[in-house]
């Protein structure tokens, strides 16, 4: 049975920092791209960052280019988004998926989702 476990999120400033986890297990870990994924309230899901199978490409969608880094550990079966200077705007859940490719996260053709946890920015 594969699992995503998203931990980390919580309430902070705006200007603060949080790092995201996401931990998996049921799946061979180093298989997948692996992607953050954020949604607010009344708006759809979209993509904040993905990272490839190996860890040598990355994607940033442009609101969070230079203040977030999406980094994975496959000895922990783990993945990372260090969020920096954090803004109201990126209040929101954040989940984590895998996917066969980057470009397959892309097209939000998930293989698996997790549960979600909540970042809020206070103003």
């Known amino acids: 049975q594969v699992q995503l476990v998203e931990s980390g999120g919580g309430l902070v400033q705006a200007g603060g920092s949080l790092r995201l986890s996401c931990a998996a297990s049921?799946?061979?870990?180093?298989?997948?791209?692996m992607g953050w994924f954020r949604q607010a309230p009344g708006r759809g899901r979209e993509l904040v960052a993905d990272?490839?199978?190996?860890?040598?490409?990355?994607y940033y969608a442009d609101s969070v280019k230079g203040r977030f880094t999406i980094s994975r550990d496959d000895d922990k079966n783990t993945m990372y988004l260090q969020m920096n200077s954090l803004k109201p705007e990126d209040t929101a859940v954040y989940y984590c998926?895998?996917?066969?490719?980057?470009?397959?996260?892309?097209?939000?053709?998930?293989?698996?989702w997790g549960q979600g946890t909540q970042v809020t920015v206070s103003s």
């Open positions: 998926a895998v996917g066969l490719t980057n470009s397959a996260l892309r097209r939000k053709e998930c293989d698996y």
């Open positions: 049921g799946l061979t870990f180093g298989s997948y791209a």
């Open positions: 990272i490839n199978w190996w860890g040598g490409t990355t």
